[in-house]
Structure formats: structure tokens, C-alpha cells
């Protein structure tokens, strides 16, 4: 089985526009969690989704948004960057509620 | 204070050497994850559990539940295994298991 792919790897964008990142979880996987890692906040929830519903939400401003498709597929937003947007996005996916498998990231940069 | 505590946060081992890797607590857990995040960023789930031992290879992770602390230990270390270990709790927050984590603990194997 291919495992979660997240697209792009790598993204540099200026204070005060969006971007949307994309995540494709492992087939058969139902549930879609994301995270934000920074140097100094380490590691923190984001949102879940399951099927097509947002099932929890992170501590985080309105600016950042997510969906998911009848395919399982997800993709979050960020809307009126600012720089301390700047971070590895890392999408997990998961067939039961605890066990989750990574994807490789996605690294945004903003300037 | 944080809910998860890893220690130490950087750690420098010889090739062969046996590591540990402490985790504690102080939330009610549903089970605790072991991760490791290469340079790269990808992150590769190591071990759930939610009690006792469990053994993987050269890795090892253990868990109180009464303690409230897990450890990991990697036995004949190597400069591969070079990388940093998060700590992962499910705890149970507004009606759903959401993932708490620990800041990681930077490990280096010296050849």
C-alpha cells in the first residue's frame, strides 16, 4: 500500500497571502489529522476529519481551515499568512482511532 | 507545565551503547506513542501502547500506567538511529482522543 503523500513538499509564500496544502491518506483510511511543528512550539493538533466531517479542532486561529473529500482526500488552509506561519505541516492518517501514519510534510516558508 | 515531559532533550551516544529515553505524563492516557522524525521531517511511528512492553528489533518501550511514565530503550545503538524521539499521548479531550506530544529528545550515535 502506498503510504500518505502530501503535496507540495516545499512552499515559499509572502505575509499576507493563502496557501492550501494537500494531503492523500493511506487507501482505506478514513481519517485525516493535521499538525504544525515550529522549533519552539514543537508538535501541535491542528484538525481532524473523518469522512468529509471536521471531528476536532486544534487551538488556532481562524486562518487555518481544512476540508475533506468523499475520497478521503484533505487539504488545509491558511489564509492572511504571517511569518510565524512559517513550519513543517505534517498530515496523519488513520484506519482506527489511535495508531496514525505520517507523511513526509509539507515545509512552508514565509517571507 | 507541559502534560508531556521527555527527557533528556539532546543525547550523544556511542555506536553499541544502550539508550533510554524517558517520558512522563500527567493527563489520563487511552495509549502513548513513540515516534521518530528524521532530518528530513518525516515522521515514522515507532510503538503504541497502552500497557506493559513492548520489543521491536533493537527497541524496546515500556509503560506504568500507575507512574505515569514510559521508556524507551534502544539496545546496541547505531549512527542510523540518529534522530529525534517524540513522546505522543491520546488523551481524551472535548469527547474525542486527541494527540499530545512531547517536545522529543534529539539523539546522535557517534561511529
Known amino acids: 500500500k502506498a503510504g500518505v503523500t502530501q503535496t507540495p513538499r516545499y512552499l515559499i509564500k509572502t505575509r499576507g497571502q493563502q496557501v492550501t496544502l494537500s494531503c492523500s491518506p493511506i487507501?482505506?483510511?478514513?481519517?485525516v489529522s493535521w499538525y504544525q511543528q515550529t522549533p519552539g512550539q514543537g508538535l501541535q493538533f491542528l484538525f481532524e476529519?473523518?469522512?468529509?466531517?471536521?471531528?476536532n479542532k486544534g487551538n488556532f486561529p481562524g486562518r487555518f481551515s481544512g476540508r475533506q473529500f468523499s475520497n478521503s482526500r484533505s487539504e488545509m488552509n491558511v489564509s492572511t499568512l504571517e511569518l510565524g506561519d512559517s513550519a513543517l505541516y505534517l498530515c496523519a492518517s488513520s484506519l482506527t482511532s489511535y495508531e496514525q501514519y505520517f507523511g513526509p510534510g509539507t515545509r512552508l516558508t514565509v517571507t | 507545565k507541559n502534560e508531556v515531559e521527555q527527557s533528556p532533550q539532546n543525547l550523544t551516544a556511542q555506536e553499541g551503547e544502550f539508550i533510554t529515553i524517558n517520558c512522563s505524563y500527567s493527563?489520563?492516557?487511552?495509549?502513548l506513542h513513540w515516534l521518530q522524525q528524521h532530518p528530513g521531517g518525516g515522521i515514522v511511528s515507532l510503538f503504541m501502547?497502552?500497557?506493559g512492553k513492548k520489543k521491536h528489533g533493537r527497541l524496546i518501550a515500556t509503560i506504568n500506567i500507575q507512574e505515569k511514565h514510559s521508556s524507551l530503550h534502544i539496545t546496541a545503538s547505531h549512527p542510523r538511529d540518529s534522530a529525534v524521539y517524540i513522546c505522543?499521548?491520546?488523551?481524551?479531550?472535548?469527547?474525542?482522543?486527541?494527540?499530545?506530544f512531547g517536545t522529543g529528545t534529539r539523539l546522535q550515535v557517534f561511529p
Open positions: 505522543a499521548v491520546s488523551a481524551w479531550r472535548d469527547n474525542t482522543d486527541k494527540l499530545i
Open positions: 487507501s482505506g483510511h478514513r481519517s
Open positions: 476529519y473523518f469522512s468529509e466531517t471536521q471531528r
Open positions: 493527563v489520563g492516557i487511552s495509549a
Open positions: 501502547l497502552s500497557s
